[in-house]
């Protein structure tokens, strides 16, 4: 009940519960907007100037901002000054070798023909490039994680990436295992077949 007596002495008379007040408009802005005209994009210094706009009468038209305005386009004049219209120039690039249309006509002209195309000499026998050995890799590996966690101790950020690190060259050595545990059993192939 005290709420309601607080609530009502806040609210009489500050017009809490009303709609917004209808906005009031020059009589020239009232002219523009009947007309459909838009308002003026730029205004002169001195309208800002007024220390009052003059009263309306409590029947003025009121248009929400959404309607009171039509869409203009931008002449011309002002795109241009934005650089609207303005294009990037052509720079022309040569699309082909020209040395080599140089060399394919002066054969034309010498001998009366097109010269074949030369093709590159491939090598006869390439050795087969041997494949690198999963254990060494391993063992790099494992050396270049020991010397980053030996530069991060030196720099006192040791903490922070040792349980990391370590976690990772035991993988290494775990993996370092199954591939010794293969090599063993390849081996006992070999030598039980010969």
């Known amino acids: 009940m005290a709420n309601r007596e607080r609530l009502g002495a806040l609210t009489k008379g500050t017009k809490f519960w009303r709609g917004p007040q209808p906005a009031t408009y020059t009589p020239e802005t009232c002219e523009r907007l009947r007309g459909g005209h838009a308002l003026p994009l730029e205004c002169s210094p001195t309208s800002s100037q007024r220390a009052s706009p003059p009263k309306q009468p409590a ?25 609207a219209y303005a294009r990037e120039q052509f720079k022309p690039q040569a699309t082909r070798d020209l040395e080599k249309e140089k060399r394919r006509l002066q054969s034309i002209f010498a001998t009366g023909k097109e010269p074949a195309e030369r093709k590159r000499k491939t090598p006869a026998h390439q050795e087969p490039v041997p494949e690198p050995d999963r254990f060494e890799e391993l063992v790099k590996e494992i050396q270049d994680r020991k010397e980053f966690l030996d530069a991060m101790e030196a720099l006192g950020q040791g903490k922070q990436y040792r349980a990391i690190i370590l976690a990772e060259i035991s993988q290494k050595l775990r993996e370092m295992e199954a591939v010794d545990h293969e090599r063993s059993k390849e081996l006992k192939r070999t030598l039980s077949t010969t």
């Open 59 to 83: 029947l003025a038209l009121y248009l929400p901002p959404i309607l009171a305005t039509r869409p203009q386009l931008r002449p011309a004049s002002k795109c241009q000054a934005n650089g």
